[in-house]
């Protein structure tokens, strides 16, 4: 590995992206190492964020494509909400003709819209496998930027569907597999230029504040896709396509994609010391080794598997991701569709009120970095939250309807407890399996390990809402009972990792209180 300290090549055989070229050009000098990671931290967070936000559109429209659906699942014993207790004036709103976007407003819309679901995330999972595997063959800063024009131009065409007046669902389902598929090169991509700067130390705290554009990238999206349907719901997706498509070029401009690309070295007053740091690792050592030899040689998609943990962590996700998407696709349709205290809210209230899950996933994900850094345990924590999901999601489907504030406090707690494995699993403990000591430093597998990781995770959460579209026809109650059964699974398949943590900590525990006892004796014989 080089030196921090060697001769830089000459500026020619950098490939600095336009602007930061244009900014070394007004500042008259080159760009310091931090610079360049506040730079890679603040445009990788709004371009995962614009991700989000895109994606985010459909689960506000659906009720408003699809506001005829009855009161499923509000009848049904045991934990349900009786519509007797709706005014009917309420009830007849959902029930008048004529109202939502055919094909979505007749008696199978409700399927329909969990088909357009499972198509973008089919096409997203299969996708993300792809995507890993050519994130670590090209450049990612033009790979990025495909993905997201490709993106904002997908999800402004099925807004533009509106203003067309198209019916046809096919024209619908085939801008959601495209959409999907470019969606797909966004997760990988970001996780390894944040891998190329970003160093070890704290790796769950770091990853799990700039984790939280997942979260940011929901709200704004519901907000805006919110705001737009009084003008009609093809802004929801016009507006969301052309942010995407904004941020896409401005990454194309700004984004380093790592130090060696741009000639960044660290600051002599920046080198780790060894008082300083007691000779541990050092918090700006790199995710990867950057061993030319080793780089050059692409880790292969079974030997990323082989991965120790990546299995578990992968198929754990898998189930965390069915849960969390669910509620991604289909909560503001829950929300308008089951009375809180008595009384429907509209779509754009329901949009707007289930953000509050995204807020309470901004906490989760923080707090599950921090805990799992503390710890040194990510199947502990990871398994900890998925199992206290579980309770959350029965308090929420039981409580939430009888009254506001019991649901806006549930939902928080129900997100936080729901997207805190999810954000520790995609981040954190990606870049730990991505940098496995089993590679031997080999710095082209990280995108590879954060694709199989996410993308079979993008297999559940293509199945959940899926599976929610249809069962939620005949009761939501069961859609809950789905989601407990998931958390539950998902916990359960952590279990060895777990065991063998909670082995390390107690032999550690064990060996510190020995070492403790032989220093007690030493200095009474002395």
């Known amino acids: 590995m080089g030196s921090l300290h060697e001769k830089p090549v000459p500026e020619t055989n950098y490939s600095k992206p336009p602007g930061i070229k244009f900014l070394e050009y007004i500042k008259k000098s080159s760009i310091s190492y931090r610079t360049y990671q506040a730079i890679v931290l603040i445009v990788t967070f709004f371009a995962y964020a614009c991700y989000h936000a895109a994606r985010k559109t459909t689960s506000i429209v659906k009720s408003t494509l699809d506001p005829q659906t009855s009161q499923v699942g509000l009848t049904f014993v045991p934990w349900t909400v009786s519509s007797s207790h709706v005014p009917a004036e309420t009830n007849n709103f959902w029930l008048v003709s004529g109202k939502g976007w055919a094909p979505f407003n007749g008696s199978d819309g409700t399927s329909l819209l969990g088909e ?22 090209m450049n990612l800063r033009i790979f990025l930027t495909i993905g997201m024009v490709g993106t904002g131009i997908f999800t402004a065409l099925f807004g533009i569907g509106y203003w067309a007046n198209i019916h046809n669902f096919y024209y ?52 805006i896709a919110s705001s737009m349907l009084a003008y009609g719901w093809g802004w929801s997706f016009v507006l969301p396509g052309v942010l995407i498509t904004f941020v896409g070029i401005v990454l194309f401009l700004l984004l380093p994609v790592d130090p060696e690309s741009v000639g960044a070295y660290e600051d002599e007053d920046e080198e ?18 950057r061993d030319v030899e080793v780089r050059d040689r692409p880790v292969g998609f079974i030997e990323a598997w082989k991965i120790p943990g990546v299995a578990p962590f992968a198929l754990c996700l898998f189930f965390a991701k069915l849960v969390a998407y669910t509620f991604l696709y289909w909560l503001p349709f829950y929300i308008s569709h089951t009375a809180i205290d008595g009384k429907y809210l509209s779509s754009q209230t329901a949009g707007t009120l289930s953000t509050i899950f995204d807020v309470g996933g901004v906490l989760g994900g923080i707090l599950a970095g921090h805990i799992s850094d503390r710890l040194n345990a990510r199947a502990i924590t990871a398994a900890s939250f998925m ?88 009761s939501w109650s069961a859609v809950f009972t789905m989601l407990m059964a998931a958390a539950l699974i998902a916990g359960l398949l952590l279990t060895r990792l777990v065991v063998a943590e909670v082995t390390t900590k107690i032999a550690e525990s064990r060996s510190q209180g020995g070492q403790t006892s032989r220093t007690q004796g030493s200095d009474l014989l002395v």
């Open 387 to 474: 199992y206290c999901a579980i309770p959350a999601l029965f308090f929420y489907r039981s409580y939430g309807h009888m009254s506001l504030t019991l649901n806006l406090v549930f939902m928080f707690i129900t997100g936080m407890f729901v997207n805190g494995p999810y954000a520790l699993i995609t981040t954190a403990v990606s870049a730990d399996l991505g940098t496995h000591s089993s590679l031997k430093g080999n710095s082209r597998a990280l995108a590879t390990v954060t694709a199989i990781i996410d993308g079979t995770g993008s297999v559940g959460a293509a199945i959940g809402p899926l599976l929610t579209g249809y069962i939620s026809v005949k």
């Open 272 to 289: 780790p010391s060894p008082q300083k740091y007691g000779g541990t690792e050092s918090l700006r050592e790199p995710l990867v080794r």
């Open 172 to 223: 619908f389902l085939i801008l959601q597999v495209l959409a999907g598929l470019f969606q797909s090169t966004g997760w990988p991509s970001v996780v390894a230029v944040v891998g190329n700067w970003f160093g070890k130390k704290k790796r769950g705290l770091i990853m799990g504040i700039w984790n939280a554009h997942t979260s940011i990238g929901n709200i704004s999206g519901s907000l």
């Open 116 to 137: 357009l679901d499972v198509a973008f995330l089919a096409v997203y999972a299969a996708g993300m496998y792809v995507s890993g595997h050519l994130g670590d063959r």
